[in-house]
């Protein structure tokens, strides 16, 4: 369709992705979109042609979200195939996910403000029966709002969801609805199979007008008509006018926490879904393996089944890669236990894992720590080498950090 809401030239095509948690997958699906990772992905990154049709952008943050694939990999490959300026677009797209995770990591009270935020919510909803039924008509996609019911619907049916729809949905959600942007927060981080504490999070408060205070995002009805083609158009059924919302608390930024080196005798390798590529960590093969996750921890609420099945399996899928074939990750909440028993198994005292950023893993890891100091093992987090070199830039907006791309990319050996 061609008319004052699409440009000409779009290239579309059916093509919907197999979102399967092995690396493999990902590694393919990072080889089909490399070739358009340049002026193609720029010039349609972004319109939601719908989830049959993501020719125009890459899907490929559930395998990120996991490391399945990592930040640096999806670099090198882009840059092996187009110029920096040219894939400018995607490039800046990678290196947002980096920020976000960058930008918690030094403001952790933003996580357990979220999570005291959405206990409080569940609670009022609890009390308040409109709202309630709101909120299940929010989640089930009967609003009647075009677009956004059917967002809601294919988010719970597929685990995914195009970016843009993503803004749409969450400004309709606090502003429209006028619902409680932690609940929204969370219904995304249980069904998105790219659930990521950081870029989650930050991304509902930046529509909200919470990280760039006093700066909110409107959905409108033209551009969504524009950047679906036409296919919604909720005419006189968005607020016309929003107002950025606010809060009390201040987040003072901390350090980024030390990580540690890799020990000089045996260790046991733990793989977390914040890493599932360990084999490109290790100096040497280690005593023994654990795989544990941490979705259950994530909400309160009942979990995609789909998003739990792609955490799972991604774990999974690393552990049949350094070779124990067939062995599943433990979903436990007693973390210390599985450690200590895994541990004396491999007869070590030393356990190695990725480092885990602000989030359930990490969580679950600190609790478990005082534990594993009595039971004298020595817990090591190391963390990847492009993360030290991202992370410490993303202090305050992302305009800056954009600024630091180039410095990021130079100290990788990727500069033009």
């Given at each position: 369709m061609n008319g004052p809401e699409t440009l000409p030239g779009l290239e579309r095509a059916p093509e919907t992705v197999d979102f399967q948690p092995t690396r493999a997958a990902g590694l393919a699906r990072l080889d089909r979109f490399n070739s358009r990772a340049g002026q193609h992905y720029a010039r349609q990154r972004n319109y939601d042609f719908g989830p049959d049709q993501r020719i125009n952008v890459s899907a490929l943050s559930p395998w990120i979200r996991h490391k399945l694939i990592a930040e640096e990999e999806v670099l090198r490959a882009t840059l092996a195939r187009h110029t920096p300026s040219a894939a400018e677009k995607f490039i800046q797209q990678v290196f947002w996910r980096t920020y976000f995770k960058g930008w918690l990591e030094q403001r952790p009270t933003v996580w357990t403000s979220y999570q005291t935020g959405l206990r409080a919510a569940l609670k009022r909803m609890d009390q308040h029966g409109a709202m309630a039924n709101a909120y299940?008509?929010?989640?089930?996609?009967?609003?009647?709002?075009?677009?956004?019911?059917?967002?809601?619907?294919?988010?719970?049916?597929?685990?995914?969801?195009?970016?843009?729809?993503?803004?749409?949905?969450?400004?309709?959600?606090?502003?429209?609805?006028?619902?409680?942007?932690?609940?929204?927060?969370?219904?995304?981080?249980?069904?998105?199979?790219?659930?990521?504490?950081?870029?989650?999070?930050?991304?509902?408060?930046?529509?909200?007008?919470?990280?760039?205070?006093g700066k909110a995002y409107q959905a409108r009805v033209s551009n969504i008509a524009k950047y679906t083609e036409g296919r919604y158009r909720p005419e006189y059924q968005l607020a016309n006018a929003i107002e950025p919302l606010s809060e009390d608390q201040d987040h003072p930024i901390r350090s980024i926490p030390v990580a540690y080196e890799f020990p000089d005798g045996d260790f046991l390798l733990l793989i977390t879904e914040e890493d599932c590529s360990p084999e490109s960590l290790l100096p040497r093969p280690p005593a023994g393996y654990l795989g544990l996750v941490a979705t259950k921890a994530r909400s309160p609420l009942e979990f995609s089944p789909l998003a739990a099945n792609f955490a799972q399996g991604a774990v999974a899928d690393a552990l049949d890669r350094v070779g124990c074939l067939g062995k599943q990750p433990v979903s436990s909440n007693d973390w210390a236990t599985q450690i200590i028993e895994a541990a004396n198994q491999a007869q070590t005292d030393t356990v190695v894992t990725s480092y885990a950023p602000v989030g359930p893993v990490a969580s679950n890891l600190q609790r478990a720590k005082g534990t594993l100091q009595e039971a004298g093992i020595d817990l090591r987090q190391i963390r990847r080498g492009y993360d030290d070199l991202a992370w410490p830039y993303a202090t305050k907006g992302f305009f800056g950090f954009k600024k630091k791309i180039p410095r990021v990319l130079a100290d990788l050996g990727l500069s033009a």
């Open positions: 299940q008509a929010a989640v089930t996609g009967r609003t009647g709002i075009d677009g956004f019911d059917q967002w809601a619907q294919e988010l719970a049916a597929t685990g995914y969801l195009h970016n843009h729809a993503r803004m749409w949905f969450a400004s309709i959600w606090i502003f429209t609805l006028r619902l409680p942007w932690q609940l929204g927060a969370d219904f995304f981080l249980r069904h998105l199979l790219d659930g990521d504490p950081a870029s989650n999070t930050l991304s509902w408060r930046w529509v909200a007008g919470l990280h760039t205070k």
